[in-house]
């Protein structure tokens, strides 16, 4: 997209929000880079130049816009709709990889050598892997020194530095101010400041337009007790982090969602936000989404009747796994009720002042050794389920960001008790996959019959390869035709 000068700058003109995250303006005569949407008076073509990634106008010695904050843009779709290295290696580095183990960490996920890593990513995004986590290490500043009342110190090594000048030099490069001026500008005239309770408050950006009902109806209509609930407004759950733990709040508004973390340990909140992201699908692009759904006449009412629909995600893929398997051929009441049994005779429990979470769900590691006989399931639903836990368990099952979607479908289709609709509702919410498809899921069957769509398996994976790459959002646009509520936004 960066490399196609003439629609970048249409983009830029119109300031087409769609675009923000998927390519950035650099101005050469004030040497400030913008999202496509900035508000201000678009400078002279000739004066643009145009960029894949923050990172890399970082890179070229430009600094953020004060107005816009192209910092904080939504990332791009492109990273969740590709399956290659380089959108693994992205999807790694927003996790925190890079600052916790390293490149060579990074190139051991991928299975790739440090320097391939290095050439792939410049050639593509204009940035090296340790610009890109340098670039996401001074968002993860900026929100601790704008939101938090932590000494500036700390929030240097909670962001990922390795020292404090590295901190302030990071800072004052990509921001134009220092993180003190920073910090009193988020004050504002009156000195107000973040309270002391702990908790991060922060906005994450989307594309719109966003359909909240399916998404946090699904999230709320099957929430684990103790583990997730909807509680004044906003979904809450407990999240099990790298350095500890944490609860986050998340709340649908208008041009944003409203997020509140609380963390054992501020170093996680890169990847507690990454993981909401994930969790919510906020990086997806609705209109490319909704653009292609819409070709098929038959779909083109559903989502004009609500479009921006979003396939709910996970927060940890192997718990995911873990509640696919629980949830076979039960429903949604049955599978919360086995999952809620897990969950406090074997998650660890945690403190929450502001609420009823509990527990976080229990790892693999302390699944793999439960007496099967304690499992009020049937005999063959129990061997399916310790099977896949002792799978995750020693990482013979990985199923993480960086990993092989269509490895990850064979490996799972190779467990006992594992068939089509599992592994690919695991693809679908757990992996991430918009082209996951269940054509023979009994809500995406009744409704291809009510609207005139073929109902048999092989017919609607025939007629849904009109849909590819996003079958997976057809089959929320499917489902949204039923009353159940997983449809409706909780009241």
């Known amino acids: 997209m960066h490399t196609d000068t003439e629609r970048c700058v249409r983009a830029v003109r119109s300031k087409d929000a769609r675009f923000d995250g998927v390519f950035f303006t650099a101005v050469r005569t004030t040497r400030i880079y913008c999202r496509p949407s900035c508000p201000v008076v678009p400078p002279k073509p000739e004066n643009m130049e145009f960029h894949p990634s ?6 070229a010695g430009f600094r953020a816009c004060k107005r816009c904050r192209p910092d904080t843009s939504p990332g791009s779709p492109q990273w969740n709709v590709r399956a290659d290295a380089v959108a693994r290696a992205m999807r790694l ?25 290095e050439r792939q990513l410049l050639a593509e995004l204009g940035a090296g892997p340790l610009a890109l986590a340098r670039a996401q290490r001074a968002q993860t500043a900026r929100v601790l020194i704008e939101t938090t009342p932590l000494p500036l110190g700390e929030i240097a090594f909670a962001a990922g530095f390795s020292s404090v000048r590295a901190f302030n030099e990071t800072v004052r490069e990509v921001f134009a101010l220092t993180p003190g001026e920073l910090r009193a500008r988020a004050a504002g005239p009156a000195g107000h400041r973040a309270p002391a309770s702990g908790a991060i408050t922060l906005r994450l950006p989307f594309r719109a337009p966003l359909e909240p009902s399916n998404l946090f109806g699904h999230l709320v209509a099957t929430a684990v007790p103790g583990v997730e609930e909807w509680r004044d407004g906003a979904y809450r759950r407990t999240l099990n982090l790298p350095y500890g733990h944490g609860t986050v ?42 653009e292609r759904l819409r070709a098929d006449p038959l779909l083109a009412p559903l989502v004009d009747a609500a479009p921006g629909r979003r396939v709910p995600g996970s927060v940890d893929p192997a718990e995911f796994a873990v509640r696919a398997v629980l949830g076979q051929q039960v429903s949604t009441a049955a599978a919360r009720t086995h999952a809620a049994r897990l969950v406090a005779a074997h998650g660890t429990p945690v403190d929450d002042p502001e609420g009823g979470l509990t527990h976080l769900f229990p790892e693999p590691a302390a699944l793999a050794a439960l007496d099967p006989e304690t499992l009020a399931l049937p005999r063959s639903r129990r061997a399916t389920l310790l099977t896949l836990v002792r799978a995750l368990a020693d990482g013979s099952l990985p199923l993480g960001p960086a990993d092989d979607r269509e490895e990850a479908r064979a490996r799972l289709l190779a467990l006992p008790g594992f068939g089509p609709w599992t592994t690919e509702i695991i693809a679908m919410r757990a992996l991430g996959d918009p082209d996951a498809f269940l054509p023979g899921d009994l809500g995406v069957r009744r409704a291809a019959e009510g609207l005139g769509l073929p109902a048999t398996p092989a017919a609607l994976t025939a007629r849904a390869a009109h849909w590819r790459p996003w079958r997976a959002y057809a089959v929320q646009y499917l489902w949204a035709t039923d009353s159940h509520p997983i449809n409706h936004l909780p009241s």
């Open 54 to 59: 923050a990172a890399s106008c970082q890179r």
């Open 93 to 117: 580095i927003q996790d925190g990889v890079v600052d916790r183990e390293g490149v060579p960490g990074l190139a051991r996920r991928l299975g790739w050598s440090t320097r391939q890593i």
């Open 249 to 290: 709040a998340l709340a649908p508004r208008a041009d944003h969602i409203a997020c509140r973390l609380s963390l054992t340990d501020p170093r996680d909140l890169t990847r507690a936000i990454s993981r909401c992201r994930r969790l919510l699908d906020l990086d997806a692009d609705p209109v490319a989404v909704d």
